[in-house]
Nanobody
């Protein structure tokens, strides 16, 4: 049974930091790109960041470049999203997903049109004073 479980969401003040974790099971983790998406109330889902299976390639949305860092630990079947300098506009439910692809940018931008991804249930991140 495929599972992706997110953790680490919380309420944080603007300028603060959080680290999200996504732990996977039920598929060959090393073969998959893992991505983070977010969806704020009333907004479309946005691809935030992803990391390729080889760990050599990464993608970041322009809105998070320089503030977020993605990494993976294949020994633990876990991907991390370190989020620094958080802004109120980062408030959203954050989902992790897995996809068998090397086309990271395409997946991040057109995930709604691409079938075959595995998805987690999400974790809430709220940035507010």
């Amino acid at each position: 049974q495929v599972q992706l479980v997110e953790s680490g969401g919380d309420l944080v003040q603007p300028g603060g930091s959080l680290r999200l974790s996504c732990t996977a099971s039920g598929f060959t983790f090393d073969d998959y790109a893992i991505g983070w998406f977010r969806q704020a109330p009333g907004k479309e889902r946005e691809g935030v960041s992803c990391i390729g299976s080889s760990d050599a390639s990464t993608y970041y949305a322009d809105s998070v470049k320089g503030r977020f860092t993605i990494s993976r630990d294949n020994a633990k079947n876990t991907v991390y999203l370190q989020m620094n300098s958080l802004k109120p506009e980062d408030t959203a439910v954050y989902f992790c997903a897995a996809h068998l692809t090397s086309q990271l940018r395409l997946w991040m931008l057109f995930s709604d049109s691409i079938e075959g991804s595995y998805w987690g249930q999400g974790t809430q991140v709220t940035v507010s004073s």
